[in-house]
């Protein structure tokens, strides 16, 4: 009797084959370079990622080929990609003399570094429940250990464990709503449970409901929405920065991109304003309101720049969701033109940190409001990319920052939303305050007495930084190539509704 094998197009994951493969190559060197040379594993770590870049921008041709019904290549997968991919690769940039001068075990280091960023790709690709929770855990776990590497900050093991132990209960929150929507709809494949959910019209089943409010809480965690917010802080201030730089845009950014799968395709305008996603739509804009008020308001406190960064980060992500809640291509577009940019001016400013950080090989250096007073006098390049990505998270045109908030903003209000559209627009004014604080302490206080002279910047990090800064200008004056893409990208989502 012949077995038929199952045709396998493992083109449709041969960005992330490339990543794991580099993964593995990079673990086997670790194996052979002598201890003072680890930091050349940086090197075929980087090329690795802009590889996986190339090919998932070669890959978009508008055929949205599917392996196995489990993944998908289609363009809102291949856009997060680069996203993604962007973010590794700057936070590889980041981490060539960090990683080093702090003791970190640099081979482990890259490898999970590269493990996270390939889960999190497939986290975009994924079209199936079970796909979508075992690519979740892939980065999870490799983010838990990368935020606890750091064995000789006790921050760092603290952090890792409180991220761990609250991921793993949300983890349990989203996989008990994935089972409520098997229960219901017999299947686990995202377009079968879209085709029930449409078939079943209105009302629909109270437990369908309540699964999605269930995974919207899994969801909720991995992407710092209040209140699962909890482990945010610490875990930032915690971690290593470059590990920070890292999760900080690609765990929010495949957080969003499987969240929006599942709430704007599986649950969407497909059922009508009538349906289930009528009901959560509420839900979702209240969501938004919350976040980007909670973390604002609490980053006005902070004198802990990664702290600050952190509340910063759960903000954003409000106004990310402002454009989910939107609900249409417009606002999917509009989320995933943020993303894009976020990747740079966040990465760029924890990569600032980095940089100050160098002058002294002390714990908590470059953390502090303090540390930057006189940045200007010491290092006028880094002031003015600092003071650059500052600018642009405020919302200040004509940066990246500015035109991202506008496009969220303008879908919200095409929505109907346009209360929840002020609010983001009140919300990134209170935002300028902790913003502008960082730039008045560069340019116009005096450095400490007992500041250490300024250390040169590493070139790679130097060249991290200045992409960087000229990627959030370059987006704000040209951002039409991106927001094509964007455009191309939510209509492989959800059709041109």
Same mark, same amino acid.
Not at 187 to 208: N, Q
Not at 327 to 353: D, P, Q, R
Not at 457 to 480: H, M
Not at 487 to 495: D, E, M, N, S
């Given at each position: 009797?012949?077995?038929?094998?199952?045709?396998?197009?493992?083109?449709?994951?041969?960005?992330?084959?490339?990543?794991?493969?580099?993964?593995?190559?990079?673990?086997?060197? @670790?194996?052979? $370079? !002598?201890?003072?040379?680890?930091?050349? $594993?940086?090197?075929?770590?980087?090329?690795?990622?802009?590889?996986?870049?190339?090919?998932?921008?070669?890959?978009?041709?508008?055929?949205?080929?599917?392996?196995?019904?489990?993944?998908?290549? @289609?363009?809102?997968?291949?856009?997060?990609?680069?996203?993604?991919?962007?973010?590794?690769?700057?936070?590889?940039?980041?981490?060539? @003399?960090?990683?080093?001068?702090?003791?970190?075990?640099?081979?482990?280091?890259?490898?999970?570094?590269?493990?996270?960023?390939?889960?999190?790709?497939?986290?975009?690709?994924?079209?199936?429940?079970?796909?979508?929770?075992?690519?979740?855990?892939?980065?999870?776990?490799?983010?838990?250990?990368?935020?606890? /590497?750091?064995?000789?900050?006790?921050?760092?093991?603290?952090?890792? /464990?409180?991220?761990?132990? $609250?991921?793993?209960?949300?983890?349990?929150?989203?996989?008990?709503?994935?089972?409520?929507?098997?229960? +219901?709809?017999?299947?686990?494949?995202?377009?079968?449970?879209? @085709?029930?959910?449409?078939?079943?019209?209105?009302?629909?089943?109270?437990?369908?409901?309540?699964?999605?409010?269930?995974?919207?809480?899994?969801?909720?965690?991995?992407?710092?929405?209040?209140?699962?917010?909890?482990?945010?802080?610490?875990?930032?201030?915690?971690?290593?920065?470059?590990?920070?730089?890292?999760?900080?845009?690609?765990?929010?950014?495949?957080?969003?991109?499987?969240?929006?799968?599942?709430?704007?395709?599986?649950?969407?305008?497909?059922?009508? +304003?009538?349906?289930?996603?009528?009901?959560?739509?509420?839900?979702?804009?209240?969501?938004?309101?919350?976040?980007?008020?909670?973390?604002?308001?609490?980053?006005?406190? +902070?004198?802990?720049?990664?702290?600050?960064?952190?509340?910063?980060?759960?903000?954003?992500?409000?106004?990310?969701?402002?454009?989910?809640?939107?609900?249409?291509?417009?606002?999917?577009?509009?989320?995933?033109?943020?993303?894009?940019?976020?990747?740079?001016?966040?990465?760029?400013?924890?990569?600032?940190?980095?940089?100050?950080?160098?002058?002294?090989?002390?714990?908590?250096?470059?953390?502090?409001?303090?540390?930057?007073?006189?940045?200007?006098?010491?290092?006028?390049?880094?002031?003015?990319?600092?003071?650059?990505?500052?600018?642009?998270?405020?919302?200040?045109?004509?940066?990246?920052?500015?035109?991202?908030?506008?496009?969220?903003?303008?879908?919200?209000?095409?929505?109907?939303?346009?209360?929840?559209?002020?609010?983001?627009?009140?919300?990134?004014?209170?935002?300028?305050?902790?913003?502008?604080?960082?730039? =008045?302490?560069?340019?116009?206080?005096?450095?400490?007495?007992?500041?250490?002279?300024?250390?040169?910047?590493? !070139?790679?990090?130097?060249?991290?930084?200045?992409?960087?800064?000229?990627?959030? =200008?370059?987006?704000?004056?040209?951002?039409? !190539?991106?927001?094509?893409?964007?455009? +191309?990208?939510?209509?492989?989502?959800?059709?041109?509704?």
């Amino acid at each position: 009797m012949e077995i038929a094998t199952p045709s396998l197009n493992l083109l449709v994951i041969a960005p992330e084959i490339v990543v794991l493969v580099t993964a593995l190559l990079v673990m086997l060197a @670790d194996l052979a $370079l !002598p201890r003072g040379q680890k930091a050349r $594993l940086a090197w075929p770590s980087l090329v690795g990622v802009l590889a996986a870049a190339g090919l998932s921008y070669y890959l978009w041709d508008g055929s949205d080929p599917a392996l196995q019904n489990m993944l998908v290549a @289609d363009g809102y997968a291949l856009f997060l990609n680069m996203v993604i991919l962007t973010g590794a690769a700057l936070a590889i940039l980041f981490s060539v @003399d960090y990683a080093e001068r702090i003791g970190l075990a640099q081979g482990e280091y890259y490898t999970l570094l590269l493990l996270s960023t390939a889960g999190m790709m497939l986290m975009a690709a994924a079209i199936n429940l079970i796909t979508v929770f075992l690519a979740l855990e892939i980065p999870s776990l490799a983010l838990y250990i990368l935020v606890g /590497l750091n064995r000789a900050e006790p921050r760092s093991a603290e952090a890792a /464990l409180k991220y761990f132990l $609250l991921g793993a209960f949300a983890s349990g929150f989203l996989l008990y709503g994935m089972a409520l929507v098997y229960g +219901q709809a017999g299947t686990t494949a995202l377009a079968g449970v879209r @085709d029930h959910v449409i078939s079943l019209g209105t009302p629909v089943p109270v437990l369908l409901t309540v699964a999605l409010g269930l995974m919207i809480v899994g969801f909720g965690f991995k992407v710092a929405l209040v209140p699962f917010h909890m482990w945010t802080p610490d875990a930032y201030e915690g971690a290593p920065t470059s590990v920070t730089a890292f999760m900080s845009v690609g765990a929010k950014v495949a957080g969003f991109a499987a969240l929006g799968r599942v709430v704007l395709y599986t649950f969407g305008d497909a059922t009508s +304003q009538a349906g289930l996603y009528g009901r959560w739509v509420w839900v979702l804009a209240i969501l938004a309101a919350v976040t980007m008020t909670v973390g604002n308001l609490a980053a006005l406190r +902070q004198t802990n720049l990664k702290r600050m960064l952190a509340y910063s980060s759960i903000a954003h992500a409000g106004y990310v969701l402002v454009g989910l809640a939107a609900g249409t291509s417009a606002g999917t577009s509009a989320v995933l033109f943020y993303l894009f940019t976020y990747a740079f001016m966040n990465a760029g400013a924890f990569a600032v940190l980095i940089a100050v950080g160098r002058s002294e090989n002390t714990p908590g250096k470059g953390e502090t409001l303090d540390d930057l007073a006189g940045l200007a006098a010491r290092k006028p390049g880094l002031a003015a990319a600092m003071a650059l990505f500052m600018l642009s998270l405020a919302g200040v045109p004509p940066l990246a920052g500015f035109l991202a908030k506008l496009y969220v903003f303008g879908a919200a209000v095409q929505a109907d939303l346009t209360w929840l559209a002020v609010l983001g627009v009140v919300n990134s004014v209170i935002s300028a305050y902790y913003y502008l604080r960082v730039v =008045v302490t560069m340019y116009m206080r005096e450095p400490r007495p007992d500041e250490a002279a300024a250390a040169p910047v590493c !070139p790679a990090l130097g060249v991290g930084v200045g992409l960087a800064a000229l990627a959030t =200008v370059l987006l704000g004056l040209w951002p039409t !190539p991106l927001l094509e893409l964007a455009r +191309q990208a939510a209509t492989a989502l959800l059709g041109g509704s």
